[in-house]
Nanobody
Framework: QVQLVESGGGLVQAGGSLRLSCAASGRTFSSYFMGWFRQAPGKEREFVAAISWSGGDTYHADSVKGRFTISRDNAKNTVYLQMNSLNAEDTAVYYC??????????????????WGQGTQVTVSS
């Protein structure tokens, strides 16, 4: 069992930056493949970024490549999402998720076993 708690969301002006954190409980955090997803009002939950258990492999959605960076610190049981050059289209609730192993469909939210409660990110233009 893994419990996930996101933090770091808020209101930011377009062009600004935020860093989201996801703190995980449990001693097996380092064995989980982690992902960030987001959901805007009236839209489906969409993949943002994912990272392997070691942090050696990362994956980013095309819409955020070059602007967002996922990372993790297994000693702190925490995964991060550094978000730069934010724009209004990035406004959404951001969720952290964990799955037990890698899959080529890491971008599919249905494959994740645990979810956080979400943190709101609002970008004003």
């Amino acid at each position: 069992q893994v419990q996930l708690v996101e933090s770091g969301g808020g209101l930011v002006q377009a062009g600004g930056s935020l860093r989201l954190s996801c703190a995980a409980s449990g001693r097996t955090f380092s064995s989980y493949f982690m992902g960030w997803f987001r959901q805007a009002p009236g839209k489906e939950r969409e993949f943002v970024a994912a990272i392997s258990w070691s942090g050696g492999d990362t994956y980013h959605a095309d819409s955020v490549k070059g602007r967002f960076t996922i990372s993790r610190d297994n000693a702190k049981n925490t995964v991060y999402l550094q978000m730069n050059s934010l724009n209004a289209e990035d406004t959404a609730v951001y969720y952290c998720a964990a799955r037990r192993g890698y899959s080529s469909t890491y971008y599919n939210p249905n494959g994740y076993d645990y979810w956080g409660q979400g943190t709101q990110v609002t970008v004003s233009s």
